[in-house]
């Protein structure tokens, strides 16, 4: 069974600081998906990562990927208050009959403050 | 253009009604997934609809839940008979294949049994 790992569940940061976020997952996939949510909002795709070594960045987040480790991370740089949103990762289920339904981590709960 | 749309947003039920839940995806989207989001959680895979067939139903919780997708677009998430353990956001995503795109996310409709 695949399981997705996220931590921190919950960050809080003050303004200009960085951090990053982890995530762990159990078992070989071929993409990993970084969303973001806003309070009774929806998903918000920010960034897949499709093969080992790939980075990606827009604007004060990085994403990378280490699929031999099945880490990603998710670095914020000079965090600033619009960043305050939950951030979830994802896993494609890609074996026997799953047909690419994505697994989710927790999410982490992040609060920029002032 | 349009994204994934969903109706009702909010929906309140009495145990033991019955509720239909719409999702409307981006046109041309072949694939269609449904999750389930409890609060404080990451949405959970339902089921997935690949134009008309459902080829994957394995996260549905019960027999009281329900999908179809008749004619390859709208799709209608059914459940029978509601419990209070049915409260949560059902959002449904919409990708151009199955494996190996982004699903994009409506904003979802937010359950809640009484």
């Known amino acids: 069974e695949l399981k997705v790992e996220q931590n921190p569940l919950f960050l809080s940061m003050q303004e200009g600081k960085n951090y990053t976020i982890y995530c762990n997952y159990s078992?070989?996939?071929?993409?990993l998906y970084w969303y973001r949510q806003d309070p009774g909002k929806s998903l918000e795709s920010l960034f897949v990562?499709?093969?080992?070594?790939a980075v990606k960045q827009e604007g004060r987040l990085m994403a990378s990927l280490d699929t031999k480790a099945r880490l990603s991370t998710l670095h914020i740089t000079a965090a600033v208050h619009d960043l305050s949103a939950t951030y979830f990762c994802?896993?494609?289920?890609?074996?026997?009959?799953?047909?690419?339904?994505?697994?989710f981590g927790k999410g982490t709960k992040l609060s920029v403050k002032p | 253009g349009a994204g994934v749309s969903q109706s009702p947003r909010y929906k309140v039920a009495k145990r033991g009604q019955d509720v239909a839940l719409r999702c409307d995806p981006i046109?041309?989207?072949?694939?269609l997934f449904w999750y389930q989001q409890a609060l404080g959680q990451g949405p959970e895979f339902l089921t997935y609809?690949?134009?008309?067939?459902?080829?994957?139903k394995s996260g549905l919780p019960s027999d009281r839940f329900f999908a179809e997708r008749p004619e390859g677009s709208v799709s209608t998430l059914k459940i029978q008979r509601t419990q209070q353990e049915d409260s949560a956001v059902y959002l449904c995503?919409?990708?151009?294949?199955?494996?190996?795109?982004?699903?994009?996310f409506g904003p979802g409709t937010r359950l809640l049994v009484l």
């Open positions: 995503a919409s990708s151009s294949l199955a494996l190996q795109e982004t699903q994009y």
């Open positions: 078992t070989t996939s071929d993409r």
């Open positions: 990562l499709l093969s080992n070594g």
């Open positions: 994802a896993v494609e289920a890609s074996w026997g009959g799953s047909q690419g339904n994505l697994i």
């Open positions: 046109s041309g989207h072949v694939s």
């Open positions: 609809f690949q134009n008309e067939a459902q080829l994957d």
